[in-house]
């Protein structure tokens, strides 16, 4: 692999975190799966789309691959901004949600423009990570994130000069 080398998993939250909405074999397969990459691919940090804000709203103290690299000694990061990081960067997608639009008196959204303010969130997100991901600078790297952003994730890491390899589980 490259000198920046990043491998990026996308999955579900719940698998990511261990949580009561996965199934037990989800979540096992889940680990093995992410310790078999690192094994295979001599990972040497871990970074995740998570935050303790995210966690503390879903009642988990670590997720998975925080468990593996502290088994393992590798460094760990989240790289999802908290909730006040995300006010700061112009990454919060509030206004979608209908109650919040009701209780302002905002009209409706058409669908393109709730694509739209989404894609701006997830991209500000997503630069976020890099930022944090080449403040760590460890490779080779596994990065673990929801499905629904690997292939805007995978163009910016890549525009930015890393050897990116998606992988699955």
């Known amino acids: 692999m490259s000198p920046k080398s990043v491998l990026l998993l996308g999955t579900t939250h719940s698998v990511q975190m261990g949580s ?6 989800d979540i096992e397969a889940f680990r093995a799966g992410v310790l078999k990459l690192c094994e295979a ?10 935050s303790l804000d995210a ?21 760990h990061r989240y790289c999802d901004p908290e909730h006040e990081e995300r006010k700061i960067l112009g990454a919060i997608h509030e206004e979608l949600h209908p109650g919040v639009r009701e209780f ?24 976020e990570w890099i930022r944090r991901i080449l403040d760590l600078n460890v490779w080779p790297l ?15 890491l890549a525009r930015e000069g890393m050897a990116v390899q998606d992988v699955s589980l």
């Not at 009561?20 to 074999?25: F, K, N, S, V």
């Not at 879903?58 to 000694?73: L, M, Q």
């Not at 596994?142 to 910016?156: A, D, Q, R, W």
């Open 142 to 156: 596994l990065y673990i994130c929801g499905s629904n952003h690997v292939t805007s994730f995978t163009e910016k």
């Open 55 to 75: 966690l503390k709203h879903w009642s988990c103290s670590e997720t998975i691959a925080k468990g593996i690299s502290s088994d393992r000694g590798l460094p």
């Open 20 to 25: 009561r909405q996965a199934t037990a074999e």
């Open 104 to 127: 302002w008196d905002m009209p409706p959204l058409t669908p393109e423009q709730a694509e739209a303010i989404e894609r701006t969130a997830f991209d500000r997100r997503e630069e």
């Open 41 to 50: 691919h001599g990972i040497q940090a871990i970074g995740e789309e998570m």
